[in-house]
């Protein structure tokens, strides 16, 4: 009974058979996979999309219960194998290089995520198919070439394809076909390009590899391998464990000239020796570069491309001992251990083919097989014979079975180049809504004339759910669009978006035109970009609803918007677009609703909408959520296509801001120069009659009382109960704090519900700067600080400058900072304190005792004002001197404000008047004293054209928030809102009437 399959959308269902050996019954496969499992009944193989056949790189991925766990097992289910692996050597010259990409370690399936092992039509019972390329790929390891400097890998920039057939029947069953397709995508040619088959064969049960034996049948270019005797591994294995069949390997057809066809073999455990042939004019003798071997094998590019394109048939491995030292054609192996080569070793054997040359954007194809055919060992004193007659070995096995499979294998060829054959590797390489493009594989061989193709419009009725294709539909009859040439591609122009489409190829030759396969179905630009949410953070005030907004996206025809809610991160992480499938899901999600089709049960999952909103509406607010609950969005048109989803939003319940300040202090509590108590007696004097809370990392973070995390020892949403926070920390910026933001962006949540931050210091922990940074400008790596302090740079000087420059006692000449004069006329000015009275004694160590270290001046971004400047004793030759030491960062969400210096080594009572100055500088009097119409808040309070300009900017070009929106409200609105009737008011005060704005409310 022949196996008959039934394609059902990405899964293949096959009924159960019975081949030669043993029932098959094929899996229910969720395609694509990393590999895959071919059963004959007779024989079981793996192949990957790693490049490998046999061992595979994704054996921790076995994905597939049903499939066996196997490298080339046969009989299929006895735990015998034939092959530990194989992959393929592809070589060429490109340019003045000499390149060779080897499958196995050099190759990777085009996504990171997923594999690429498909199902395919075609002939014979069961056909894959697996897509890799040799390009780098981000955090992949490639091999190393020792035969460059220094050693590197250098990819060919090739695409490998290869599809997998088997037969199942008594005279195939011991068959596996490989089609290989080698594409250069690269921009330049490779010439003289070779293919080659490696294998490793490892014979025996536990795949037992220190006794096997590499063999040729040259006239019929068969490599094989089999076990020395065919006696089982170990003793006390019963006879039927006894491995007596042949791996053997050939090429069958290739697209190009077969000039040149090698056999090589190699052992490298323990007995490291290859035959090697002597010397002539035109291949003079060659020593290979290795790292790891000695000169038995080729280990680096050009040594591998010498072993493949040199004309090379390499004798029996039984006859390594029968070599004598006066052979004219190969080396003399050394006897000391020629005769246990010969008694069988763990072997390598590489078969290659060629010459080709392949210009950039072209194919060539190799078909080969791999086969096991039973009682090529046939004599149980095998091993006696071998022994008493070593020259005649070859005679006491029956090579005939190889011949004889390989003529079959030959035979099963053919049937792949049949024209009429389904095109293979159909698949959609590009969608928008613009055009869509086709592409499938190649066929390379002469005999086609170009391709039929078909593009056929699914109707919306046929959908029993909007926007989603069930697996199962065909349409009745295919619209036939172009006859196309060899080009394996087709594009398709500004398809309809409301429809899905369906597209089949079909081969035309002089026998006709092909199946047409089975289709590709697509909507034109799939999923379209989503909803574009305004916030990455929505804030609930005490019992207040939460509310975000989106912007429309502008692609798609929205009809409405889904709100989907998860519990938290890690479940919107897991969201997922309505899709239908055959149970694979059912693990992790709850199907909607099921259908039976062709015998099979398919399932329809799709999550449930939270709630919605009917476009052109774009916000949402909900009055029930739970801390952490995360939104995403979802547009939908009217003939129900989903837009990919939005970014998250994450939902946070906020506390009311009962308290004035924090202040969060000292992250370390050794070698930072300055004892806890100063700092802690310097805040209650400066902030007596404000209700504020202290607050100590050093206690916070410790191990003690955090052993869990330490990032997460600090809860951010205690922050929201102040009016603002500041941040002074010991001499040395520690690095408790950038850590927290790093993983818990505390201080962005914070800022972003409405907080307000004051930063004294360097912020040396978030820019990785420390004691023994050089005086120099160091700019911002992360988002926080540029984003949330718009700084463009820092002048930072470590703490170890003197001790590294000079010898005790320090001089200060470069920075002598005296003095933060404030810039804005509402600022004040603060001076510094005496030094002497403020650190520990250890800082004489680094630095001169009558100066103030650590003493940051900034260069400021975009939206920053300057509040103070720095001013120095030695204003001639400090770096400092004019320098600003204050900014002053105000957004619609937030406010900040950096100082270069530690609030607690300045002047106590001028300390107190910046402490007041920045508790009112969010009040009208900040920004507004008087009338209105000062929008760039100019100190002297002068209203020009800079301010109207300002105000266009805010309203008609940039949209950017203004610094002092009351400034702005020139017509005196009650509600504040700033809009064109301000603008007609500031233009009339300017230019016409000099009317006076009105006063700030």
């Known amino acids: 009974?022949?196996?008959?399959?039934?394609?059902?959308?990405?899964?293949?269902?096959?009924?159960?058979?019975?081949?030669?050996?043993?029932?098959?019954?094929?899996?229910?496969?969720?395609?694509?996979?990393?590999?895959?499992?071919?059963?004959?009944?007779?024989?079981?193989?793996?192949?990957?999309?790693?490049?490998?056949?046999?061992?595979?790189?994704?054996?921790?991925?076995?994905d597939v219960p049903e499939w066996p766990r196997v490298n080339f097992e046969a009989p299929a289910g006895s735990g015998i194998e034939y092959l530990y692996f194989g992959t393929m050597w592809i070589g060429g010259i490109i340019g003045d290089d000499t390149l060779v990409t080897e499958g196995y370690g050099e190759i990777r399936p085009p996504s990171k995520a997923r594999g690429s092992v498909t199902w395919i039509p075609g002939p014979g019972d069961f056909r894959m198919r697996a897509v890799a390329h040799d390009t780098i790929q981000s955090g992949i390891r490639y091999r190393l070439d020792y035969c460059r400097s220094p050693a590197s890998y250098l990819p060919m920039n090739i695409r490998y394809v290869v599809r997998s057939y088997v037969w199942r029947d008594q005279r195939t069953a011991d068959i596996v076909l490989y089609d290989l397709l080698v594409t250069n995508t690269g921009e330049d040619l490779i010439q003289s390009g070779f293919v080659g088959l490696l294998t490793d064969a490892d014979i025996g049960k536990s795949s037992y590899a220190w006794d096997d034996l590499a063999?040729?049948?040259?006239?019929?270019?068969?490599?094989?391998?089999?076990?020395?005797?065919?006696?089982?591994?170990?003793?006390?294995?019963?006879?039927?464990?006894?491995?007596?069949?042949?791996?053997?390997?050939?090429?069958?057809?290739?697209?190009?000239?077969?000039?040149?066809?090698?056999?090589?073999?190699?052992?490298?455990?323990?007995?490291?020796?290859?035959?090697r042939m002597r010397g002539t004019a035109e291949y003079p003798f060659r020593d290979f570069v290795s790292q790891v071997y000695d000169n038995t094998?080729?280990?680096?590019?050009?040594?591998?491309?010498?072993?493949?394109?040199?004309?090379?048939?390499?004798?029996?491995?039984?006859?390594?001992?029968?070599?004598?030292?006066?052979?004219?054609?190969?080396?003399?192996?050394?006897?000391?251990?020629?005769?246990?080569?010969?008694?069988?070793?763990?072997?390598?054997?590489?078969?290659?083919?060629?010459?080709?040359?392949?210009?950039?954007?072209?194919?060539?194809?190799?078909?080969?097989?791999?086969?096991?055919?039973?009682?090529?060992?046939?004599?149980?004193?095998?091993?006696?014979?071998?022994?008493?007659?070593?020259?005649?070995?070859?005679?006491?096995?029956?090579?005939?079975?190889?011949?004889?499979?390989?003529?079959?294998?030959?035979?099963?060829?053919?049937?792949?180049?049949?024209?009429?054959?389904?095109?293979?590797?159909?698949?959609?390489?590009?969608?928008?809504?613009?055009?869509?493009?086709?592409?499938?594989?190649?066929?390379?061989?002469p005999g086609?004339?170009?391709?039929?193709?078909?593009?056929?419009?699914?109707?919306?009725?046929?959908?029993?759910?909007?926007?989603?294709?069930?697996?199962?539909?065909?349409?009745?009859?295919?619209?036939?669009?172009?006859?196309?040439?060899?080009?394996?591609?087709?594009?398709?122009?500004?398809?309809?978006?409301?429809?899905?489409?369906?597209?089949?190829?079909?081969?035309?030759?002089?026998?006709?035109v092909g199946d047409s396969g089975e289709p590709v179905f697509v909507h034109p630009g799939g999923h379209q970009d989503g909803p574009g949410p305004l916030q990455k953070y929505a804030f609930a005030v005490g019992t207040e609803p939460l509310e975000f907004r989106w912007t429309e996206p502008g692609n798609q025809d929205v009809s409405y918007y889904r709100i989907y809610k998860f519990p938290d991160a890690e479940s919107a992480r897991h969201r997922y677009h309505a899709f239908y499938d055959l149970g694979f899901a059912q693990d992790s999600i709850s199907p909607v609703e099921q259908f039976e089709r062709n015998g099979l049960t398919y399932y329809y999952y799709e999550m449930q909408a939270y709630d919605s909103v009917f476009a052109p509406y774009t916000q949402y607010e909900d009055f029930q959520f739970d801390q952490e609950a995360v939104y995403v969005i979802a547009a939908v048109d009217s003939y129900g296509f989903k837009s990919e989803f939005s970014a998250p939003v994450y939902a946070e319940r906020i506390s009311e801001k009962t308290k004035d300040l924090l202040v969060i202090t000292y992250s370390s509590s050794t070698e930072n120069f300055v004892e806890l108590d100063t700092i802690r007696s310097f805040y209650e004097y400066v902030l007596a009659g404000y209700l504020f809370d202290f607050y100590v990392l050093a206690d916070t973070f410790a191990v003690a009382n955090c052993p869990a995390a330490s990032i997460e020892c600090m809860d951010w949403l205690d922050l929201t109960r102040y009016k603002m926070v500041i941040v002074d920390d010991g001499l040395l910026d520690g690095p408790a704090l950038s850590l927290w933001e790093l993983h818990a962006e505390g201080f962005t949540k914070y800022l972003l519900s409405g907080g307000r931050l004051a930063y004294f210091g360097s912020l040396s922990s978030f820019l990785n700067l420390n004691m023994d940074t050089p005086a120099g400008w160091y700019q911002p790596e992360g988002e926080f600080v540029s984003d949330f302090f718009a700084l463009d740079s820092v002048f930072y000087c470590g703490l170890g400058h003197f001790l590294i420059n000079c010898t005790p006692p320090f001089v200060d000449t470069s920075f002598a900072f005296n003095l933060a004069e404030g810039a804005d006329p509402m600022a004040p000015d603060v001076r510094t304190a005496n030094p002497a009275d403020l650190f520990t004694a250890d800082l004489n160590l680094y630095w001169p005792d009558s100066s103030l270290p650590l003493v940051s001046v900034f260069a400021p971004g975009d939206g920053a004002a300057v509040t103070h400047l720095a001013r120095t004793d030695l204003p001639e030759t400090s770096w400092l001197e004019g320098s600003l030491i204050g900014l002053h960062t105000m957004r619609d969400e937030f406010e900040t404000y950096l100082f270069g210096f530690h609030l607690w080594y300045?002047?106590?009572?001028?300390?107190?008047?910046?402490?007041?100055?920045?508790?009112?500088?969010?009040?009208?009097?900040?920004?507004?004293?008087?009338?209105?119409?000062?929008?760039?808040?100019?100190?002297?309070?002068?209203?020009?054209?800079?301010?109207?300009?300002?105000?266009?900017?805010?309203?008609?070009?940039?949209?950017?928030?203004?610094?002092?929106?009351?400034?702005?409200?020139?017509?005196?609105?009650?509600?504040?809102?700033?809009?064109?009737?301000?603008?007609?008011?500031?233009?009339?005060?300017?230019?016409?009437?000099?009317?006076r704005p009105a006063d700030c409310r």
């Open 448 to 512: 086609l004339d170009g391709y039929e193709l078909y593009y056929t419009a699914v109707e919306p009725e046929v959908l029993p759910h909007p926007g989603v294709l069930p697996p199962w539909y065909r349409p009745a009859q295919l619209n036939y669009i172009a006859t196309t040439g060899f080009e394996p591609r087709f594009t398709i122009t500004e398809p309809d978006p409301t429809r899905f489409y369906c597209f089949n190829a079909a081969q035309l030759s002089s026998h006709g």
């Open 1 to 62: 009974m022949r196996l008959i399959p039934t394609l059902i959308g990405p899964v293949v269902f096959f009924f159960s058979a019975y081949a030669h050996g043993q029932a098959v019954i094929d899996p229910l496969v969720n395609w694509p996979t990393w590999y895959g499992v071919q059963q004959t009944g007779t024989i079981n193989t793996t192949f990957d999309c790693f490049g490998s056949i046999g061992y595979c790189n994704s054996t921790l991925i076995w």
């Open 906 to 995: 300045m002047n106590r009572s001028e300390a107190r008047d910046l402490i007041d100055w920045l508790e009112v500088t969010d009040s009208l009097l900040a920004c507004c004293p008087d009338m209105t119409g000062n929008i760039d808040v100019d100190p002297d309070g002068t209203i020009d054209i800079h301010d109207l300009t300002l105000l266009i900017d805010h309203l008609f070009i940039s949209l950017a928030p203004l610094r002092c929106p009351e400034a702005a409200n020139v017509n005196g609105d009650d509600d504040g809102l700033v809009d064109v009737a301000d603008l007609t008011c500031l233009i009339d005060y300017l230019f016409i009437t000099n009317t």
């Open 215 to 275: 063999g040729s049948i040259p006239e019929h270019s068969i490599a094989y391998a089999i076990d020395n005797d065919g006696d089982p591994d170990y003793i006390w294995l019963p006879d039927t464990l006894s491995p007596r069949r042949a791996l053997g390997m050939r090429f069958l057809r290739a697209s190009f000239d077969q000039a040149i066809t090698n056999f090589n073999w190699w052992s490298l455990h323990y007995f490291m020796f290859a035959p």
């Open 297 to 445: 094998a080729p280990y680096c590019d050009r040594d591998k491309y010498y072993v493949m394109s040199k004309p090379e048939w390499d004798y029996d491995q039984y006859r390594t001992k029968l070599i004598s030292p006066d052979d004219p054609d190969w080396l003399y192996p050394d006897p000391s251990f020629s005769a246990d080569v010969s008694d069988g070793k763990d072997i390598s054997m590489l078969l290659s083919t060629g010459p080709f040359d392949l210009p950039p954007d072209s194919s060539v194809r190799a078909i080969f097989a791999m086969f096991a055919p039973d009682s090529v060992i046939y004599r149980p004193d095998l091993q006696v014979l071998y022994h008493l007659f070593p020259e005649y070995f070859a005679q006491f096995l029956d090579l005939d079975k190889l011949t004889e499979t390989a003529g079959v294998a030959d035979s099963l060829a053919e049937l792949l180049l049949n024209p009429l054959n389904p095109v293979v590797g159909l698949q959609v390489s590009h969608n928008d809504p613009d055009s869509i493009v086709f592409e499938w594989d190649p066929w390379v061989f």
